[in-house]
């Protein structure tokens, strides 16, 4: 009976009816399929292809083997229950991961394919816990986890929430989880377990390294790097919801810089246009896009502007898109997937090259233009008035199968459009991501999260897991988006701490759904969508704008370094913001660091997350000496100590005295 055979450096198992193929796919990795009764098919969700990589395959009576540079797989026949296992070793012989072992009379299987009517399955795939093990990535989850040993995480984008599902093993191993349909994975302390709702087939992907750099290079180099970072996404970037007109927006940008206030981005919000799925300007409110373009870029700034997915029944464009058959379909029920206001609408469908050809067409005759070089693509998850992703269907399948695949074709569709056009250089903002949005110019934003300090606690963790999910372009609402009063002293202190944490994110941008509202109508008397209250950095007292000032002048001030940190994340995969463990790893301490991290290697940054707070513990690392931004005092490392931190005062620390023409700046 021949259960393992070697066919062109791939190790390929047919066992009881599964077919298992483990073959090379970069350096230091396998990627791992399965299909039940039939060959994989091998998709090309995330993964790109790699150059062939040599691989030793060794075949056995009741075991074989497959070895990709420093990690090596073990696929064992057991025959008590009858079952076939896997596990992977690295060049020492270390196991990094490893199937569910044996169970005995309960007769568990690590790998089952339940199937559902119309051919799919329901996939769950069990490896064993690892006792001391920490992992880290998987997105963005607003949880204050760092360390998700233990979580129990749903697979699918919500907003707010990113499933981006690859991991970084304190055991010194990466896995992607390849598989875009709806799910879950449970970090438990018996067992690790993945499931698909309903999918094809097994679909995923691990490499070895001894470092947590060396896992990210490796796995960038497998779904793609993320391109260079336009000059326009290393500054301060302005928004609120919503300027709603445009002599309202170009004022705001005469008296930025009539200030003298360096604006690298401001953005025109949602609702500039009659119907969602117009896309396009409304004429009352915009009467001269080109002029206005032309204005802001004589001030320095680039204009972004707002793209919704959705498409009103009353949009211009629905008619054709409905009966094309570009738009995401209901399986049950009317096919009305959300409502604002008085528009109900269906999403449009990115999983369809057709539809994704003619939005592009359509946003270069009514954006691109006139100007308008780099968009702001909300609602990306997408987000459906009722998550039911059972309901909804697209034109790669269920949605159950392939929805979270979704964000990712969004930010393709204006990625490759923009590319198209010659654009040297493009950055998007999207409200979420999946494996292999990096390589598309995806920069992501967390999505409307509450203005409060619970919140800010857990973006902190949120950007961190980001990035070591691959996602190293990563920014939030600076402030938060919902529930700030700008004449509340409470919420002032929280934008003061938030500003000051944003001046070290990838991309530090002020954006927010500010209270009291202000209503908006058109010329005849009809309601328009609202306007949040004013959320310039005057609006909040002269006091809070001088601390703004220096945030935004020391932003500038770091602009090399910035691009740099940049130019690393493009070239090397490496996060912007990074854990402590992610510079010194063999610090037992740095994997437990979840409320201070390091933006790029040079720069400790210790945010303050309470509300009232004055002072806070900072742990300075072992190896390196420690200088304080604001005195220039310096600390061996290796210790935790007090910091002083009064409301205009973040705790910053500089390693082994690089950059101290900074200190004193903030």
Not at 5 to 30: C, D, H, I, S, T
Not at 566 to 594: K, T, Y
Not at 601 to 606: G, N, P, R
Request: aromatic fraction near 12%; proline fraction near 5%.
């Amino acid at each position: 009976m021949e259960i393992f055979r070697e066919e062109n450096g791939v190790l390929k198992v047919r066992y009881q009816g599964e077919n298992l193929w483990l073959m090379p796919w970069g350096r230091n990795a396998l990627r791992v399929c399965g299909r039940w009764m039939e060959p994989p098919a091998l998709r090309d969700w995330a993964l790109l292809p790699q150059e062939r990589t040599a691989a030793q395959v060794e075949i056995g009576a009741e075991e074989a083997s497959i070895t990709v540079g420093d990690i090596r797989a073990v696929v064992r026949h057991a025959q008590d229950p009858e079952r076939i296992t896997l596990a992977f070793y690295n060049s020492r012989g270390e196991l990094l991961l490893a199937e569910r072992g044996g169970t005995g009379a309960l007769k568990l299987r690590p790998r089952v394919y339940k199937p559902i009517p119309g051919g799919a399955v329901k996939l769950t795939v069990e490896f064993e816990a690892q006792q001391g093990e920490r992992l880290y990535g998987m997105g963005q989850y607003q949880q204050e986890l760092l360390d998700l040993k233990g979580a129990v995480l749903e697979l699918a984008q919500r907003n707010s929430q990113a499933s981006v599902p690859f991991l970084l093993s304190s055991r010194g191993y990466g896995f992607l989880w390849h598989n875009p349909a709806i799910g879950r994975v449970s970090f438990g302390t018996n067992l690790t377990q993945w499931v698909a709702e309903d999918t094809q087939e097994l679909d995923y992907w691990i490499c070895a390294g001894d470092t947590p750099a060396q896992i990210e290079a490796q796995y960038a180099d497998a779904v793609g790097h993320a391109p260079r970072m336009p000059e326009y996404g290393l500054g301060f970037w302005h928004c609120k919801l919503r300027y709603w007109n445009q002599e309202q927006l170009l004022q705001v940008a005469r008296e930025y810089h009539k200030r003298g206030v360096k604006v690298d981005v401001i953005v025109i919000d949602y609702f500039h246009w009659p119907y969602m799925g117009d896309y396009r300007f409304d004429e009352e409110f915009w009467p001269d896009v080109p002029a206005m373009v032309e204005e802001l870029r004589g001030y320095g700034m680039k204009l972004m502007v707002s793209i919704w997915p959705q498409v009103a029944y009353q949009s211009e464009n629905f008619e054709e898109l409905n009966a094309q058959g570009y738009l995401v379909r209901s399986d049950r029920g009317m096919d009305v997937q959300y409502i604002k206001g008085e528009e109900n609408v269906m999403f449009f469908d990115f999983t369809n090259p057709e539809a994704r050809a003619w939005l592009w067409r359509k946003i270069r005759e009514n954006y691109y233009r006139h100007g308008v070089e780099t968009f702001w693509l909300d609602e990306a998850e997408p987000e459906f008035g009722a998550y039911d992703f059972d309901n909804y269907r697209c034109n790669l399948g269920p949605m159950l199968q392939v929805g979270n695949l979704y964000p990712q074709l969004y930010a393709r569709a204006f990625y490759e459009g923009q590319k198209g056009e010659g654009q040297r250089e493009a950055v998007n903002l999207l409200r979420c991501a999946w494996a292999g949005s990096a390589r598309y110019g995806a920069l992501v934003w967390s999505g409307d999260v509450h203005s409060t300090f619970e919140a800010l606690r857990r973006q902190v963790c949120a950007g961190l897991n980001m990035g070591l999910a691959g996602i190293p372009w990563w920014t939030t609402d600076i402030g938060g988006f919902a529930g700030g009063d700008i004449h509340d002293p409470a919420f002032r202190e929280l934008l003061v701490r938030w500003f000051q944490w944003g001046t070290f994110c990838p991309v530090m941008r002020l954006h927010g759904n500010r209270l009291p509202k202000q209503t908006v109508t058109r010329a005849d008397g009809s309601p328009r969508q609202f306007s949040g209250a004013d959320n310039e950095i005057w609006s909040y007292g002269a006091d809070n704008e001088r601390i703004f000032l220096r945030c935004i002048a020391l932003r500038e001030r770091m602009r090399d370094y910035v691009r740099q940190l940049m130019e690393e994340a493009s070239a090397s995969g490496a996060p912007v913001m990074r854990p402590m463990f992610f510079e010194f790893p063999d610090e037992a301490v740095c994997w437990e660091l979840r409320d201070q991290y390091l933006f790029g290697a040079d720069v400790l940054v210790a945010p303050m997350l309470e509300a009232g707070a004055r002072q806070r513990s900072v742990y300075l690392p072992a190896g390196a000496r420690w200088s304080d931004l604001h005195t220039g005092e310096s600390f061996e490392g290796g210790q935790h100590i007090l910091c002083d931190a009064p409301l205009e005062r973040l705790p910053v620390f500089l390693r082994d005295g690089r950059h101290a023409e900074w200190i004193g700046a903030l």
